[in-house]
């Protein structure tokens, strides 16, 4: 009887959960150039410089990401996987807001 009691009130409890749409358009400058999978990590230095950050490869494969101020590319080994440009929102926040915990 306790855990059908119990069971009705966890069936009762509402389920929420936050959708984040970002349209294709804010994902980002379609015209910006990223590096090509299948490109080796020294390619990528050669064509786009030092990034601002580099993640040290973990796991088997070893995969690793670094960070440049528009994309991220990630390697498996030393080879390119993808490239992800980083969100662009279409009306930025003022930077008093951004700057708030």
């Not at 119990?6 to 936050?18: G, K, M, N, T, V």
């Not at 959708?19 to 379609?30: D, F, T």
């Not at 996987?81 to 929102?89: A, F, L, Y």
């Amino acid at each position: 009887m306790r855990l059908l009691l119990i069971l009705c009130l966890l069936l009762a409890l509402p389920a929420a959960a936050q959708n984040i749409l970002i349209p294709l358009e804010q994902q980002g400058l379609s015209s910006l150039p990223l590096p090509a999978p299948g490109a080796t990590q020294s390619r990528v230095l050669e064509e786009f410089g030092q990034p601002d950050k580099q993640h040290p490869a973990v796991g088997t494969p070893k995969m690793s990401r670094w960070d440049y101020p528009d994309f991220s590319v990630y390697f498996e080994n030393e080879r390119v996987i993808t490239s992800v440009r980083h969100h662009q929102p279409r009306f930025p926040l003022p930077q008093s807001v951004q700057e708030q915990p």
